[in-house]
């Protein structure tokens, strides 16, 4: 009996031992407030700090999203737990790039391509002058408007030049012979748009489109180092 006592004090003893020995290893660094040394302190803060960093993913989720970029399977979750506002506008601005791809696989030539375009930006800088000239929009919610449609625009300038690039585009005529034929064009049936500004022409025209509606919103943004960058001309294909 006594042996038995013995060795069940000695296990016990072992296994409090092992646990003194694994919170040690798992966690040298923290000790009482009084014993850190300066040093220790600073390093602290320092881990701290990129830990928050590195577990914070919404500034480069929100460049992603200016950009008109799509986002990982891992930035959507993020946002769903996260910022369920924000996804909501990711979706929304998916959505945009959807329908205007949509929109380009039912031309019939590349005038229609081009007259589709100048359409849709036509229709996104009519709303960023409405967006900026409405007194009734406080500042803040004007800056988070623009910087929406800046990320719809860029989506939609991505988009459209996936399509030229593509065999598709390569293989469409000019013009569109059928609706030659009856005197009218096929363009004519497109959605109503806002076309106020109608020579966008080319991809380096509708660059400076997008450069517009960027510099708008840097007017509009709280702070210098809360205004979108390198944004306005941004058509990376790959996003």
């Known amino acids: 009996m006594f042996i038995a006592g013995r060795v069940r004090d000695s296990v016990n003893l072992a296994a409090l031992g ?18 850190l040394t300066a040093q220790q302190r600073e390093l602290q803060r ?11 993913k919404s500034p480069e989720i929100s460049a992603k999203l200016m950009a008109g970029g ?15 506002q924000k996804l909501k506008e990711y979706e929304e601005i998916q959505q945009e790039r959807a329908s205007y791809k949509k929109q380009l696989k039912s ?3 590349k005038e229609e391509v081009e007259r589709l375009k100048m359409a849709r930006m036509g229709r996104y800088m009519s709303q960023a002058k409405s967006i900026a000239s409405d007194s009734a929009i406080p500042k803040g919610e004007k800056y988070k408007l623009m910087v929406k449609l800046l990320s719809e ?5 991505k988009e459209h030049i996936k399509f030229t690039r593509s065999l598709r585009y390569a293989q469409l005529p000019e013009e569109d012979e059928d609706a030659k034929k009856k005197g009218s064009t096929e363009t004519e049936e497109l959605p109503k748009e806002n076309t106020e500004l109608t020579d966008v022409a080319s991809d380096g025209e509708a660059s400076d489109e997008l450069e517009q509606i960027k510099l708008m ?19 990376d294909v790959k996003a």
């Open 18 to 35: 092992s646990k003194w020995q694994q919170k040690k290893q798992e966690d040298p660094i923290k000790k009482n407030d009084e014993e």
């Open 217 to 235: 919103a840097e007017a509009l943004a709280p702070s210098a180092d809360a205004a979108p960058q390198g944004t306005g001309g941004d058509l």
């Open 153 to 157: 625009a860029n989506g939609v300038a």
């Open 46 to 56: 320092f881990q701290e700090q990129l830990k928050e960093q590195r577990e914070n």
């Open 70 to 84: 799509k986002l990982t399977q891992e930035e959507i979750e993020y946002l769903r737990k996260n910022d369920p």
């Open 107 to 109: 031309c019939k030539s």
